[in-house]
C-alpha cells in the first residue's frame, strides 16, 4: 500500500510540473527564445511572475552597435586646479611648461589670462534658470580662490603690444569650499562615527535598464558585482519619466497627481516638497545635487526649477553658465562636452571633490545624475562604460566605499525608439530600471541581518518608495522593525512600503509597493492575433484620444487622430486565482501608430467584452519616439504626449 501512495504521489507531482510548464509557455510565447537559460524570473512568487530576458537576444541585437568614446580636449590644460590641504583652499595657476607650447604657435606674443566668477542670480525671476557671471579679473600666475567663490570660467589670450591676438584656451572650474569653519556640532572632535552616520551617495545614470547595463557597460558591471554590492533584479518603476520616480525616491510621493494639475508650474510648489536631503540636513549632513544637461533637467524641463538653493552644494546655475558661455559639443543626442571637458566629467569630479573636502570632517549625502550619454540614445552606455568605471575607481581610491553606503541606479530603461519599438524586450527594458546598493565592511559586520535581507531582498518586487524608505532608515540604523519607524517618515503614497534592509513580503503585489498597474511587470502577457479584435479595441482608444482632447478644449492646438494601424497587442494574464479577472473585462497593453505624422503610442487599457467598453486613462498613454518636434506649441509635459500641434501653432 505505501509502494502505491509513494507512485500516485510521484505521478501527480509529474503531473502537476508539466500543467505549469504548459501554463507558463501559454503566457509566454516564444519563452524560450525571451528568457535567459539560467533562470526564468527576476521574481518568482505566487503573485508577481518577473521574467528574466536575455539582454543578448536577436531582437535587440540587430539594433546594437558599440559606440566610440571620444574626449572633448586631448591638449593639456593651460590652468591646472589644486587643493591646498594646509590652507584648506583652492589655489589655480597657469602651466608654464602648456602656455610656452601654445605661445609659439602665435609667434612674438605672451600671455594674458583672466576669470569670470559664476554665481546664483538670486533676484531673477527664475533664478534656477539664471546665474551671474562677472567681470573679467587678472589672473597672473597664480590665485589662491577665495572661500566665497565657488565657480569661475578663466580665459587665457596670446597678446602682443597689448593687442589680443587670440584665445588660446578656455576652462571652467568648480570648487566645493570647505565652509565648516563657523558651524559647531560637527567640527569639535573632527567627523563623528562613521558607523552612525555613514555618507551617502547616489550616483544615476537616466535611462538605463539592468537589461541595457549588461549589454553596453559590461566594466561597470563587473565593479557593481564586487564584494558588497547588491543588486534588486525586482526593482520596478513607479512613473513616466524621471521626475515621478526621482520625487519617490527623494519625497515618498511620485507627484503625479500634481503633474497632472500644473502645480510643478510653480517654483514655490517644488520648493515646498519634503525632501530627503533635509532631513540629512538636520542630522548634520553637508548635501549635494548636480545634474548635467541644463534644458532637460528633472526639476527644470518645461519647470521653473528652485526659487531657493535646495542643497549646500548646486551645480545647476554653473552647468546653466557653461553651456551658455562656453563652445559646446552635441553627441548622444545632447550636450556633451562644455569646453574642453564632458559635461559628465563636471557632474562626476563634483562628486570627487565633495567627497575629498568632507570625508574625514563631516557625513555627507550626495545625488549626481547624468542625462548626456544615455537620455536620448541607448547605444551611449557603450561609450560611457570605461569612464563611469574609471571614476569608480578613483572613488575606490579615495576611501568613499569605506565609509559609505553608495546606490548605482537609473530612474527607468529607455522609453522610445528600437528598444520599444521593435524589440520584444522593450516593455520591460522600459520598467524595469537597474538598482545597486553597496555596504561597506562595517556595515556587513555590524548588521548581518540587514545584509541577509538585502540579500533576500534581491528577487523581491521592489520600488523607488522602498528606497526612500532606506535612506530614512540609514538615519537611524538601531531601529529593528519598521513598527519603529514614525509615521510621519512613512512614504506618503506608500504606507506599505518598507527599507530594503528589512525583509520585503514575498508574496508581495504591485499596489503594495506604490506600482501602478500601467508599470507593473509581475504579470505574465499573452499576444493577441485576432486582428478584428484588436482594431476594434484601437480604433476606440484612439475615439477616446480625440474625445480627450475636446474634453480639455485642446481642439484649436492639436490635430485629431485617426488610426494608421495596430502594431502588437498583449493580453496581461492573471498570476493568482486572486487576481483573475472578470469573464468580461481583460486588460492589454495595447501599441499603434496613428496619423497624423505617424504618432507611436502604447496604451495599457481595459476592454470589457459583453459591453464592447474602454475603460483608459489619456493621460497615462505613452508615446514610444521622441515628440519634442511636434508639441512645441504646449509646455504641459502631459499634453506634450498626445499633441501633435496644428501648423503654426
Known amino acids: 500500500m505505501g509502494l502505491r501512495s509513494n507512485v500516485f504521489l510521484l505521478c501527480a507531482l509529474l503531473f502537476f510540473v508539466c500543467l505549469t510548464k504548459l501554463s507558463l509557455h501559454s503566457r509566454y ?28 537576444s536577436e531582437d535587440i541585437m540587430q539594433f546594437f552597435k558599440r559606440k566610440e568614446f571620444k574626449e572633448c580636449s586631448t591638449d593639456n590644460d593651460l590652468v591646472i586646479s589644486q587643493f591646498d590641504p594646509k590652507l584648506r583652499q583652492y589655489r589655480i595657476h597657469i602651466d608654464e611648461n602648456t602656455a610656452d ?13 583672466e576669470y569670470h566668477v559664476i554665481g546664483r542670480n538670486k533676484s531673477a525671476f527664475i533664478p534656477d534658470n539664471d546665474f551671474s557671471f562677472s567681470g573679467p579679473k587678472p589672473l597672473i600666475k597664480s590665485l589662491l580662490v577665495p572661500k566665497d567663490i565657488d565657480f569661475i570660467i578663466v580665459q587665457c589670450f596670446a597678446v602682443n603690444a597689448k593687442k589680443e591676438l587670440e584665445l588660446l584656451q578656455e576652462n571652467a572650474f568648480l570648487f566645493v569650499q570647505d565652509r565648516l569653519d563657523n558651524k559647531t556640532d560637527n567640527l569639535g572632535g573632527g567627523r563623528p562615527d562613521e558607523e552612525s552616520k555613514p555618507n551617502v551617495i547616489i550616483l544615476g545614470i ?27 533584479q525586482g526593482y520596478n518603476k513607479v512613473g513616466e519619466n524621471t521626475l515621478p520616480n526621482l520625487l519617490a525616491i527623494l519625497t515618498g510621493n511620485a507627484e503625479e497627481k500634481s503633474l497632472l494639475e500644473g502645480k510643478f508650474r510653480r517654483s514655490s510648489f517644488i520648493n515646498n516638497l519634503n525632501y530627503i536631503w533635509r532631513r540629512f540636513k538636520k542630522y548634520g549632513y553637508m548635501t549635494a545635487f548636480g545634474e548635467d544637461c541644463a534644458q532637460i533637467n528633472t526639476f527644470n524641463y518645461q519647470k521653473p526649477g528652485f526659487k531657493n538653493q535646495p542643497v549646500d552644494y548646486y551645480l545647476r546655475n554653473f552647468i546653466n553658465a557653461l553651456e551658455a558661455n562656453l563652445k559646446t559639443r552635441r553627441d548622444f543626442g545632447n550636450v556633451f562636452c562644455l569646453g574642453r571637458r564632458l559635461s559628465f566629467r563636471y557632474i562626476f569630479d563634483f562628486a570627487k571633490q565633495f567627497m575629498q573636502r568632507f570625508q574625514s570632517k563631516a557625513p555627507i549625502f550626495g545625488l549626481f545624475w547624468s542625462n548626456s550619454f544615455t537620455h536620448e540614445d541607448f547605444l551611449g552606455a557603450t561609450a560611457l562604460d570605461r569612464v563611469f568605471w574609471e571614476y569608480l575607481l578613483v572613488y575606490d581610491a579615495l576611501g568613499l566605499f569605506e565609509r559609505s553606503i553608495v546606490l548605482v541606479l537609473s530612474d527607468h530603461g529607455y522609453r522610445y525608439g528600437v528598444t520599444r519599438r521593435s524589440a520584444t524586450s522593450g516593455y520591460l527594458e522600459e520598467r524595469l530600471p537597474m538598482m545597486f546598493i553597496y555596504v561597506p565592511p562595517w556595515f556587513r559586520a555590524r548588521y548581518p541581518q540587514y545584509v541577509e535581507n538585502l540579500k533576500r ?39 506599505e512600503c518598507q527599507s530594503l534592509f528589512f525583509e520585503l513580503p514575498y508574496n508581495r503585489i504591485c499596489s503594495q509597493a506604490g506600482i501602478r498597474e500601467k508599470w507593473c511587470s509581475c504579470e505574465p502577457t499573452q499576444t493577441v492575433t485576432d486582428s478584428k479584435h484588436t482594431r476594434k479595441i484601437a480604433l476606440e482608444v484612439v475615439r477616446q484620444m480625440n474625445q480627450h482632447l475636446e474634453d480639455r478644449n485642446l481642439t484649436k492646438l492639436c490635430e485629431n487622430y485617426s488610426l494608421k494601424m495596430v502594431l502588437h497587442m498583449d493580453r496581461k494574464m492573471p498570476v493568482t486565482d486572486e487576481s483573475v479577472e472578470d469573464d468580461e473585462r481583460h486588460t492589454y497593453i495595447i501599441t499603434f501608430d496613428t496619423w497624423p505624422k505617424s504618432a507611436h503610442f502604447e496604451a495599457t487599457v481595459q476592454w470589457n467584452t459583453q459591453k464592447e467598453s474602454l475603460n483608459m486613462n489619456v493621460d497615462e498613454i505613452s508615446r514610444l519616439e521622441s515628440y519634442n518636434e511636434y508639441s512645441k506649441c504646449t509646455k504641459d509635459p502631459i499634453i506634450k504626449k498626445y499633441c501633435i500641434c496644428i501648423p503654426f501653432k
Not at 215 to 229: A, D, I, N, V, Y
Open 206 to 232: 537616466d535611462s538605463t535598464s539592468r537589461l541595457n547595463l549588461r549589454r553596453s557597460m559590461p566594466k561597470l558591471l563587473e565593479f557593481l558585482e564586487r564584494p558588497g554590492w547588491f543588486e534588486m
Open 29 to 56: 510565447p516564444n519563452i524560450e527564445k525571451l528568457i535567459k537559460k539560467d533562470g526564468e524570473f527576476y521574481v518568482d512568487s505566487p503573485s508577481c511572475k518577473m521574467p528574466k530576458m536575455d539582454p543578448f
Open 457 to 495: 531582498n534581491r528577487n523581491r518586487l521592489s520600488s523607488s518608495f522602498d528606497l526612500h524608505m532606506t535612506l530614512h532608515h540609514l538615519l537611524q540604523l538601531n531601529v529593528t522593525s519598521m513598527s519603529d519607524f514614525s509615521p510621519s517618515l512613512q512614504a506618503s503614497q506608500c504606507k
Open 101 to 113: 607650447k601654445l605661445l609659439k604657435n602665435v609667434g612674438n606674443a605672451t600671455i594674458k589670462c
